[in-house]
């Protein structure tokens, strides 16, 4: 069993910026990517950005020059860096990694519960 938690995530003015973790934990053999996805209310989830075993990174272009991923393999999080938020950016934002349970396991993919991002004045 492998879980996702979120954090980081609240309320922010236009402009402002914020940081997302997400930290893998339980039965963990190795960690293939991470990334994140978003879903507004009434639409569907989209693709954000994800980084790969090594440190490859692909971002929406809805979100590049203004959105920054990396991650710490020792702790197997995955961070979301924020700026020049818009309102447009209000979604609840969920992580996910393709997790190996163990050396003869394929790797499946776990996604976190989501944490709420508001871009409001």
């Known amino acids: 069993q492998v879980q996702l938690v979120e954090s980081g995530g609240g309320l922010v003015q236009p402009g402002g910026s914020l940081r997302l973790s997400c930290a893998a934990s339980?039965?963990?053999?190795?960690?293939?990517?991470m990334g994140w996805y978003r879903q507004a209310p009434g639409k569907q989830r989209d693709f954000i950005a994800s980084?790969?075993?090594?440190?490859?990174?692909n971002y929406a272009d809805s979100v590049k020059g203004r959105f920054s991923i990396s991650r710490d393999s020792g702790k197997n999080t995955v961070y979301l860096q924020m700026v020049s938020l818009k309102p447009e950016d209000t979604a609840v934002y969920l992580c996910?990694?393709?997790?190996?349970?163990?050396?003869?396991?394929?790797?499946?993919?776990?996604w976190g519960q989501g944490t709420q991002v508001t871009v409001s004045s």
């Open positions: 339980g039965s963990i053999f190795s960690i293939n990517a």
């Open positions: 996910y990694a393709n997790v190996r349970t163990s050396r003869f396991s394929s790797s499946s993919t776990t």
């Open positions: 980084i790969g075993s090594g440190d490859n990174t």
